[in-house]
């Protein structure tokens, strides 16, 4: 391991982080979309396996262009919570496809919300590092996974929750 000594190596270990959540962060949405009974709820997840894969890219090429691999590095954080939505949105027993789906999408919004965590920091990093690329890449990234996490917010309060409710 090498020791990080200013911005610029700790800005390239967060691209490597994120290379690694977004690497753990596929296959629980690909199986929270199988898990899915709400239509519009299965599109979401898939588009999100999407958005997760397109960022793994642009991350490697990130790390590609600096001279570094980026699957050096192991994301403790989204281990974590690739364990939560295992055990509370897939594991958990559900007697109402309504409720898991609630509990599908609360995980998948944290997951996202460690990811816009993750992408702020690595943009602010390449910022201040005057990155002015690598901005732009990450920045689209960022706000995608905006996008994202706003169409779980409007999905749980217009239908899915209120049909937990009931």
């Known amino acids: 391991m090498v020791?990080?000594?200013?911005?610029?190596?700790?800005?390239?270990?967060?691209?490597?982080?994120?290379?690694?959540a977004n690497e753990q962060a596929i296959s629980v949405h690909e199986k929270m979309g199988g898990a899915a009974k709400n239509s519009e709820l299965k599109s979401a997840l898939k588009d999100a396996v999407d958005g997760i894969k397109d960022g793994m890219k642009a991350v490697e090429a990130i790390c590609s262009a600096h001279g570094i691999k980026a699957t050096d590095e192991k994301c403790r954080g989204m281990e974590g919570?690739?364990?939560?939505?295992?055990?509370?949105?897939?594991?958990?027993q559900y007697s109402d496809e309504d409720t898991q789906d609630a509990a599908i999408i609360a995980q998948a919004q944290r997951m996202n919300?460690?990811?816009?965590?993750?992408?702020?920091?690595?943009?602010?990093?390449?910022?201040r590092l005057g990155l002015s690329d690598d901005v732009t890449t990450?920045?689209?990234?960022?706000?995608?996974?905006?996008?994202?996490?706003?169409?779980?917010?409007?999905?749980?309060?217009?239908?899915?929750?209120?049909?937990?409710?009931?």
């Open 3 to 20: 020791a990080i000594s200013d911005l610029k190596d700790l800005y390239l270990h967060e691209l490597k982080d994120l290379y690694s």
């Open 81 to 92: 919570l690739v364990k939560e939505a295992e055990a509370h949105a897939l594991k958990e």
């Open 113 to 127: 919300h460690y990811a816009i965590a993750g992408y702020g920091t690595a943009t602010a990093f390449a910022k």
């Open 138 to 166: 990450l920045q689209k990234n960022l706000d995608n996974i905006h996008g994202g996490d706003r169409r779980m917010t409007k999905l749980a309060e217009t239908s899915v929750n209120r049909a937990a409710q009931n």
